[in-house]
């Protein structure tokens, strides 16, 4: 439940970051297997899956290349996609995937526009197929809520790797997929089974970043007992690429000294823990800056949605974000303005 809420907050950052214009070095191959240099906007994971946008320069015009248009495109600093056409509810589908390892097994990722990641495997001429894991919340009767977990990817992999019985066990440990698990379990297959064949990892690594953010704010409450309080505290941000390059997990505390509120018996703490969501883009000067935060301190009854401007010299940003707050996600109870000092650690 939990984490279905995130996603569904999530999803309202992520069609702002679909609209930034940040490009970064790269090119593409044509369907006549030409390379073409040139800039490609730098989105997300699910928009990076269905098009890439390309320009020869930042004065040139943008072309849009759909996945039946391309072999495939790249970041001259990272990230492969190559165009592959799978199964989507019994319909063949074109896709960019990320190219994740190229050897006797080949992997494969792409997200979907619910931030779902899917993962896929290919094995000579046996075309590209998903790898398949569901772990959903089920409800039984007065019993509750239980995890059900099911690994349909086990028997695909235990037939793609029949010749190697040593490796059998090795997915069982898979259990969800993700980049290295993947990476690793190709590379030890490749090396067991033609230790000649040399690995290429495509997958850009994606070093975890941290931010600091002190920040103060002016908020109007719109209870009963209408007023304006200040509010102080401090952030701290860690980069989520599970979610996108420009995903922050952000966890904080603020102090409102006048925020203890009596309205009908209904009081609040003047401490909040915010836990957020972000949307961070780090290029110098004027960036939108967005986020959806959750007070801990009440069980996530409280929320936060924010969304402001951010210029960054280097290292140092200042912030300017406009704030409403919700309870139970549908009730405003108040409004602000918030500033902010961040550092990249």
């Known amino acids: ?21 940040d490009f970064k070095n790269g090119y593409v191959i044509t369907l ?27 004065k040139a015009k943008e072309t849009i290349y759909l996945p039946n248009q391309l072999i495939g495109y790249r970041f001259l600093d990272g990230k492969y996609y190559i165009s592959k056409k799978v199964l989507v509810d019994s319909i063949p589908t ?22 779902i990641n899917h993962y896929y495997v290919e094995k000579d001429t046996s075309g590209t197929r998903e790898l398949i894991y569901i772990n959903e919340i089920v409800h039984k009767n007065d019993d509750g809520f239980f995890n059900v977990e099911k690994k349909k990817y086990t028997g695909l992999l235990t037939v793609l790797t029949s010749d190697c019985g040593s ?32 690995c290429i990892i495509y997958e ?31 952030n701290v941000l860690f980069s989520n690429t599970k979610i996108s390059e420009k995903a ?11 925020f203890g509120i009596d309205s009908e018996n209904f009081m609040v703490s003047p401490f909040r823990i915010p836990l957020s969501i972000n949307y961070i883009n780090n290029k110098n000067g004027f960036t939108p800056l967005y986020s959806v935060a959750f007070d801990l301190n009440t069980f996530g009854s409280f929320q936060s949605y924010n969304a402001g401007v951010k ?4 290292k140092i940003s200042l912030n300017l974000t406009a704030q409403l707050f919700t309870a139970m996600f549908y009730n405003p109870y108040g409004a602000g303005l918030k500033f902010g ?3 990249d650690l």
Do not use: W
């Not at 850009?204 to 102080?232: D, Q």
């Not at 210029?311 to 280097?314: A, C, R, S, T, V």
């Open 1 to 21: 439940m939990h984490r279905k809420i995130f996603i569904l907050t999530f999803l309202l950052l992520f069609y702002n970051e679909a609209k930034s214009d």
């Open 32 to 58: 006549n297997n030409d390379t073409v240099f040139g800039e490609i906007a730098n989105t997300n994971y699910y928009y990076h899956s269905i098009k890439c946008t390309f320009r020869k320069n930042n």
């Open 94 to 115: 074109a896709f960019f995937m990320e190219y994740l390892i190229n050897a006797k097994l080949n992997f494969f990722f792409r997200q979907d526009k619910g931030l």
């Open 167 to 198: 490796l059998q066990s090795d997915i069982q440990t898979i259990n969800e997929p993700d980049h290295k698990k993947l990476i690793n379990f190709a590379k030890k297959y490749n090396n067991l089974i033609c230790p000649d064949k040399v």
């Open 204 to 234: 850009k690594k994606m070093p975890l970043k941290v931010k600091i953010e002190a920040l103060t704010g002016f908020n109007y409450s719109i209870f009963s007992n209408k007023y304006i309080f200040h509010s102080y505290g401090f």
């Open 248 to 258: 922050y997990i952000g966890l904080g505390i603020l102090y409102s000294p006048m």
């Open 311 to 314: 210029y960054q010299i280097n």
């Open 341 to 343: 000092l961040m550092y």
